[in-house]
């Protein structure tokens, strides 16, 4: 056991160093902020993820300088060649290499490779890491006008003014403080399959079997040539939580795309999952306090991705913080910025999301449409489609007669054709 002789009071401390803590660290200590990062595993650590990493979180990589890192170092693979499967199987595959004028809506990059390089980012900035430190719970003291931040595995109490919480989706220290209600909504498991041993041709594919609908399975190729192949449960649908097993492992053998994109001689290791809170919560904020990342649940409810969400987030606790550290306290009312930011940057967004999900479980012929309209019209239409999908454009857009218009011509094409 550890004994850390530590009195001193930090400015702000950050329990959990996952993209969330990682990247609110590293801005803080960009700004100046001394700050403290508590994290339960020691980098490289691996987590449970799709490794999709998307626009937004790609520009924050390239502001740490992470992203050229991974670049040069060959770790990183730009989803160029991918499509969609719908419901009733109509395929779309095409190259956005055109669309996207040097800037892919998707790099796949191993979470243990990524995670590691920003908390090395918020080092190298300044931050103070703990690794192997479980936090196991926290409590405000007024008289001495600080967080006591107790572990499970040291014996001291660390003493911060300023609290994030970024422990990641199960929260069990904003469960405990009353923040955040109930487990997680959804769920996902995710695979690595072995390079050499697939035949996946695509960089990303999404699949979206009619009995997982509004849930879809996603493959896409990492920068080593394995695959990353998960399947993610989004209740509303026939398959709710507790069926995540059975369908992970029927689909992948069972399903004629997917088992075909992967091959017979697939070398497949053994499934993991995660939970996944979806949606926002209704206050990330008080006094001393804020709540960041998938412990906020900032994750499309739509797609499952919540990398980039947990990064802007960052960046916007770090700016509210600073801005309070400036004035001298950290009281609710100064803090309170930061739910109206991020639910101005992509929370409102989420409620387009959970219409969209509700669209998709009632009306899956909308994902039919979808591939279809895209065969029809080609890499353009799956670009914007890719766009909105990924959060690089808002899910409204969906209901905008640009797009939602072929899509209805699509629908009775698809109905006069099943007649
Ligand atoms: C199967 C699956 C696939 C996914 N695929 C994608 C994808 O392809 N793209 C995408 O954008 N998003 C994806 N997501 C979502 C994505 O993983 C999360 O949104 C992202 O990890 C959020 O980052 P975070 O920092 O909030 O939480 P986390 O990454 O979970 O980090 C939390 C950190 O806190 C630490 N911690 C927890 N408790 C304590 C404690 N008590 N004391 C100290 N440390 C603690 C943990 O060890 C961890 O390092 C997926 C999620 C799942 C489950």
Redesign the pocket.
């Given at each position: 056991m550890t004994t850390i002789n530590d009195n001193h009071i930090y400015e702000v401390g950050i329990?959990?160093?996952?993209?969330?803590?990682?990247s609110c660290a590293y801005y803080l200590a960009k700004f100046g902020i001394e700050v403290a990062l508590?994290?339960?595993?020691k980098f490289p650590?691996k987590?449970?993820?799709?490794?999709?990493?998307?626009v937004r979180?790609q520009d924050h990589l390239k502001r740490m300088g992470v992203l050229q890192e991974i670049l040069k170092e060959k770790k990183g693979n730009w989803a160029a060649l991918g499509g969609i499967v719908s419901p009733s199987g109509i395929e779309y595959y095409g190259d956005s290499s055109n669309e996207v004028k040097g800037q892919h809506l998707v790099i796949a990059i191993k979470?243990e490779i990524m995670?590691e390089k920003i908390v090395r980012a918020a080092t190298n900035a300044g931050a103070k890491l703990f690794e192997n430190?479980?936090?196991?719970n926290v409590n405000f003291s007024v008289s001495e006008k600080c967080w006591l931040v107790k572990t499970e595995n040291i014996k001291k109490s660390f003493k911060v003014r300023m609290l994030v919480i970024?422990?990641?989706?199960?929260s069990?220290?904003a469960r405990s403080l009353g923040y955040v209600d109930g487990p997680p909504e959804a769920?996902?498991?995710?695979v690595y399959i072995e390079a050499g041993t697939h035949t996946f041709e695509q960089d990303g594919v999404c699949y979206y079997p009619s009995k997982l609908v509004p849930g879809y399975c996603?493959l896409?190729k990492e920068a080593d040539g394995d695959l990353v192949y998960?399947c993610?449960i989004i209740p509303g649908g026939e398959c709710d939580k507790g069926d995540l097993v059975k369908m992970h492992h029927s689909l992948i053998k069972d399903d004629p795309f997917i088992s075909k994109a992967i091959g017979p001689n697939a070398k497949i290791e053994k499934m993991k999952?995660?939970?996944?809170r979806f949606g926002g919560i209704p206050q990330s904020y008080d006094n001393n306090l804020l709540i960041?990342?998938?412990?906020a649940g900032?994750?499309d409810p739509l797609t499952?991705?919540?990398?980039?969400?947990?990064m802007d987030a960052a960046e916007y606790a770090a700016n509210t913080i600073t801005k309070a550290n400036k004035k001298g306290n950290y009281s609710k009312r100064l803090l309170k910025g930061y739910q109206r930011k991020w639910m101005k940057s992509f929370g409102r967004d989420f409620k387009w999301s959970q219409r969209m999900v509700k669209v998709c479980t009632r009306y899956p012929i909308f994902l039919d449409a979808f591939a279809s309209a895209s065969n029809r019209k080609g890499d353009k239409f799956m670009t914007v489609w890719g766009k909105i999908m990924t959060g690089s454009k808002s899910k409204l857009n969906f209901f905008l007669p640009k797009l939602a218009f072929p899509l209805v011509v699509e629908i009775i094409r698809l109905k006069l054709k099943k007649k």
């Open positions: 329990v959990g160093a996952g993209p969330a803590g990682a508590f994290e339960k595993k650590r987590k449970v993820c799709g490794d999709a990493i998307t979180a979470r995670d430190i479980s936090v196991s970024a422990d990641g989706a199960a069990k220290l769920t996902c498991s995710s996603a896409f998960c993610y999952a995660a939970p996944i960041v990342g998938d412990a900032q994750i499952g991705e919540g990398i980039q969400y947990a």
